[in-house]
């Protein structure tokens, strides 16, 4: 399945699924857009018909097109557009998308490449990243992330991508009911000398600029001997799309909880740590722990739904971070992946007056 177009900005709707073909939008197309399989309809792939065709020229006269089929679709991939340098990833997001966003309260490491621009992670090549939809955890989270390849992996490597409309969809409703109710609690802990330093995450050493960031994102902070720092915060667990009005399955539910880990790190934790003071664990909103069958069925809905593609360098994935999660799969080599995010979307009031109040562990 493929279509073409044109450099004019494409507005015209696309015909239903059975029935696309290739459409000629002129004389002189620039580019075309297909999938890498006729089954996975994620991401979408767009690449150039013509040689030296400017990816950010071509992208800004086409903001129409990215946009709608990105709300399709979920997850766009620039392929053979010839980039090649991290200011031109940076020049691409901002003239589709606008400012980029600064990486606030963490949960992976993360290297600044250059400006807005970071490593992917910095985890190490073994270590699988389970899927998840960027700072869903937050009040506040980029509404697109965008990764470049500068250099792939020599094996394994990829981004496993799951569209959670549809993940949700696979999940029992009692469950989903359940979570609609209770909603969920992240518990995370800062500076025992495991994961990320308080510092890192708030990109800060003042105490009280860390209390008022946190008192402004309804999080709640307890302040541990030796420098440490316990949070705790209520989100929802599905949202509503602001644009499609569509259902998504949004949260770190399964990705923060022990029991993703794999076996060996997982009781290693265990073995030094109360469950209170892992650097993270998540629970229902009230506080009561979520049953394991619930979260080996929630872990199923991802991996029924986890599509994958190699990596070429020069590649620019694009996914609309409510509509598509993403991981990493373990790598050989010296993959490199660099990470952009922009349009900051957030709980409205009404939403945060809704949230429980926080219990005390």
Request: some cysteine; charged content about 25%; proline content about 5%.
């Amino acid at each position: 399945m493929m279509k073409t177009f044109a450099s004019d900005k494409f507005k015209s709707k696309l015909p239903p699924l059975r029935s696309r073909r290739a459409i000629s939008a002129s004389s002189e197309e620039l580019a075309e857009a297909k999938f890498l399989q006729s089954h996975q309809f994620l991401p979408l792939v767009v690449s150039p018909t013509l040689e030296e065709v400017n990816l950010v020229v071509w992208a800004t006269q086409n903001r129409d097109f990215i946009e709608t089929e990105l709300g399709k679709w979920g997850g766009l991939l620039f392929r053979n557009f010839k980039v090649s340098d991290v200011t031109q990833f940076e020049e691409f997001i901002t003239a589709v998308s606008g400012e980029l966003l600064e990486y606030r309260e963490r949960s992976s490491p993360r290297s600044r490449v250059r400006g807005n621009i970071y490593t992917s992670t910095d985890f190490p090549a073994e270590q699988s990243i389970f899927l998840h939809n960027e700072n869903s955890y937050q009040h506040a989270w980029p509404m697109k992330i965008f990764f470049f390849c500068l250099k792939s992996a020599t094996a394994g490597g990829e981004t496993p991508l799951a569209d959670v409309r549809k993940v949700l969809q696979r999940i029992d409703p009692k469950i989903v009911d359940i979570f609609a109710q209770k909603q969920v609690m992240y518990v995370r802990n800062f500076g025992s000398g495991l994961g990320l330093h308080w510092h890192d995450v708030f990109q800060t050493t003042d105490k009280l600029k860390v209390e008022e960031y946190c008192q402004n994102r309804d999080i709640e902070v307890e302040w541990k001997d030796g420098n440490c720092l316990r949070t705790r915060q209520v989100r929802h667990a599905i949202l509503k799309h602001p644009k499609t009005g569509e259902k998504v399955w949004f949260n770190h539910a399964a990705f923060f909880h022990i029991s993703t880990l794999e076996p060996g790190l997982r009781e290693s934790l265990l073995a030094d740590f109360k469950e209170s003071d892992l650097p993270n664990n998540t629970y229902y909103g009230d506080g009561s722990p979520i049953e394991l069958s619930v979260l080996d069925e929630v872990r199923e809905a991802y991996r029924q739904e986890t599509v994958t593609f190699p990596w070429q360098e020069g590649d620019i994935l694009m996914l609309d971070n409510m509509l598509v999660a993403h991981g990493r799969s373990p790598f050989v080599g010296s993959r490199k992946i660099a990470v952009g995010m922009s349009e900051t979307y957030s709980y409205s009031p009404t939403v945060r007056q809704g949230l429980k109040p926080l219990p005390h562990s």
